[in-house]
């Protein structure tokens, strides 16, 4: 089945889910040209520049989302997870013990530890993974509050590299998350694991009738987001210089809507990491436009509401089979 | 077919008691919940926080009884809280005398219905996702909600809707008398009309039943719209019970509401659920938080509390359905 070269098959896996993203990337074309009618500084370099960093975390969590939802799941515990390693990050750079590499690595094993047990209740429980992953969100803010209910120390000199160092003027952080979107696209289609994530969303039944380790694409898939969160976290730890316990608030269902916009269909199987991709710079570049458009900010939220509305009816091709 | 097998073997006692448990598992956990409460904290079963508790538990009641029937059609709509929040600011948009009540619910009305049936042609004409397309929606009406009030709110609400929101007739409050009428004229609707049928029909198979001459497209908008003028409703209610009147009542109704209904028993893949089963599954989460508060527990521990419980008791449920 992996090595199927069939064209229904090439239809299915590439031209489908690349299909959406050549609409949400038609809009992108769109949204640049009419930036540029409504103001000269918007399709210059800086400012696209500035759009690109500032699209840093939302890519980052929305990255993970993405193979949670391709599964058929979704993660709705990112939020509460981003405001526990941002908090942390900060809390204990500032401590004595080892300072902020010591905070980057309890960050990172306590993510892998809320991934595994979100992915481990899922399996066990046998609970909508929309049920486990908002009970864990529940779950994570309760603790990081009683850790702190307010900024929690701050990060030291010089770490504020990691969200506004640039290097010939093109912002790091930024670059390498896209390359890590190319390099999980390019595992998500060659890769074993990565073909299995779309076969277990596809048609579940089916991927336990030929044997697919359905377990453990679940684990990989949840660990995997949970690890996003967490660089996320510690990515607008560094952005704003102190984490604080509502800071991931409004990532949870901000991840979700990239992710749709960019042609990834909620009941799984379908979609891809390119088009959360392209997804997240519409977004970023119409935050940006509505406000080179000197839209008034009680405004924005209309047009961002519309502008999604108008994005996924676009892709009437999503339709599926009513699941 | 193998289970099949298995319950015919298994003995009859075991049999029909996995069934009570299955059918009335989430009425014996909220009958368990209320004795543990009340032997635990002696003055959870006074009176008076008894109508305290009935009190908080009728707007999110309400609201449930929409989202049940907006899931039983295999959606589920994230704009309730929005619409609540709505209908509250339109209430201290008129003078606050009683003369302008059916001004209030004219609006409203209109508000809501214009809400639902983007929702509902949303979902049913464009195939976007129910998650995504009710969640633009919340956004659209934040943004004009944010738009109106310039973000800082004023105005008081009619005498009215005080008296809908804290007012009693004897010992009951007016808003517990109108949640059993809602329970009451839905409850007739989705279980004993023509209607209820369509709605569990299309849920379960929208295929039969379009192949009957059910239009499922038809079912789902109606469903969609009734969601949104019970959240309207909800909403006036709790505008009256706050009585000051902010851009955020209702905040969080939208995720409590969709936890009530699925550790109620309903399928999020619809066609399967009860209306009682919703509203035992608000009960229990009304309960829940204030047990918490009554014990004395600080409330990073409510938080807490209500993650494992929302884990824990879909897991009860769902594991007895797939045994």
Not at chain 1, 205 to 216: E, F, K, S
Not at chain 2, 99 to 119: K, Q
Not at chain 2, 292 to 304: D, F, K, N, S, Y
Request: aromatic share 8%; net charge positive.
């Amino acid at each position: 089945m992996l090595s199927s070269t069939s064209s229904s098959d090439l239809i299915r896996h590439h031209v489908v889910p690349n299909g959406a993203a050549c609409v949400v990337g038609a809009l992108l074309v769109v949204l640049l040209i009419a930036g540029a009618c409504v103001s000269d500084r918007f399709a210059t370099l800086p400012n696209l520049l500035n759009v690109h960093q500032q699209a840093t975390g939302l890519a980052l969590v929305a990255l993970g989302q993405t193979l949670a939802i391709l599964t058929g799941g979704i993660d709705l515990s990112v939020g509460s997870l981003i405001s526990v390693a941002a908090t942390l990050t900060s809390g204990l750079a500032d401590n004595a013990y080892g300072g902020w590499s010591t905070a980057i690595a309890a960050v990172l094993v306590l993510s892998v530890a809320v991934g595994l047990l979100n992915g481990v209740l899922i399996l066990w429980l046998r609970v909508h993974p929309l049920i486990v992953t908002l009970g864990m969100g529940a779950l994570l803010q309760g603790a990081i509050l009683y850790y702190s209910t307010g900024p929690a120390g701050s990060v030291p000199d010089g770490f504020d590299a990691l969200a506004y160092g640039r290097y010939a003027g093109i912002p790091v952080t930024a670059t390498v998350v896209v390359a890590l979107y190319f390099a999980v696209s390019f595992f998500m289609r060659r890769a074993r694991l990565g073909r299995y994530v779309y076969m277990v969303g596809d048609d579940e039944q089916a991927a336990t009738l030929t044997a697919i380790p359905r377990a453990r694409v679940i684990l990989f898939v949840y660990v995997f987001s949970a690890l996003c969160a967490g660089l996320t976290g510690v990515y607008l730890a560094a952005q704003f210089g102190s984490g604080q316990p509502y800071l991931g608030v409004n990532y949870t269902l901000a991840s979700i809507t990239p992710v749709v916009v960019g042609g990834t269909v909620l009941t799984g199987g379908r979609g891809g990491v390119i088009g959360t991709l392209i997804g997240v710079y519409l977004l970023s570049l119409l935050n940006n436009l509505i406000n080179f458009a000197g839209i008034p900010s009680h405004y924005q939220l209309v047009v961002q509401g519309a502008a999604i509305i108008v994005a996924v009816s676009v892709n009437m091709q999503q339709k599926r089979r009513a699941a | 077919m193998n289970s099949i097998a298995t319950k015919a073997r298994a003995p009859f006692t075991r049999y029909l008691s996995m069934e009570i448990a299955r059918r009335y598992g989430i009425y014996l956990f909220f009958v368990a919940l209320v004795a543990i409460s009340g032997i635990s904290s002696p003055t959870f079963l006074r009176s008076d926080n008894v109508v305290n508790m009935l009190v908080q538990f009728a707007p999110l009641g309400i609201v449930v009884i929409g989202q049940v029937f907006v899931i039983l059609v295999g959606g589920l709509d994230l704009s309730v809280a929005s619409v609540m929040a709505t209908a509250a600011v339109i209430a201290t948009a008129f003078d606050a005398t009683d003369a302008s009540a059916p001004a209030i619910f004219g609006v409203t009305f209109v508000m809501c219905l214009c809400a639902g049936l983007l929702n509902g042609l949303l979902v049913t004409k464009r195939q976007v996702s129910p998650f995504l397309a009710t969640f633009a929606t919340a956004i659209v009406l934040q943004g004009m909600r944010f738009a109106y009030t310039q973000g800082a709110p004023s105005g008081n609400v009619p005498p009215l809707f005080h008296a809908m929101g804290t007012g009693a007739i004897g010992r009951v409050p007016v808003c517990v008398l109108m949640l059993v009428a809602c329970a009451l004229v839905f409850g007739v609707l989705l279980h004993l009309s023509t209607f209820g049928r369509r709605v569990y029909m299309v849920g379960g198979n929208p295929e039969a039943a379009r192949l009957v001459g059910v239009s499922p497209d038809a079912v789902r908008i109606v469903c969609y719209v009734i969601s949104a003028l019970l959240a309207g409703l909800a909403g006036l209610a709790l505008s009256g019970y706050v009585g000051i009147v902010d851009n955020w009542v209702g905040r969080g109704f939208e995720l409590d509401s969709i936890v009530a209904a699925v550790m109620g028993g309903l399928a999020l893949s619809g066609g399967r659920g009860s209306l009682l089963g919703g509203l035992a599954g608000a009960a229990i989460l009304v309960i829940v938080f204030n047990i918490v508060l009554l014990i004395g527990l600080p409330v990073q521990a409510q938080i807490i509390v209500k993650g494992v419980i929302i884990i824990g008791a879909s897991a009860c449920y769902v594991a007895r359905r797939l045994r």
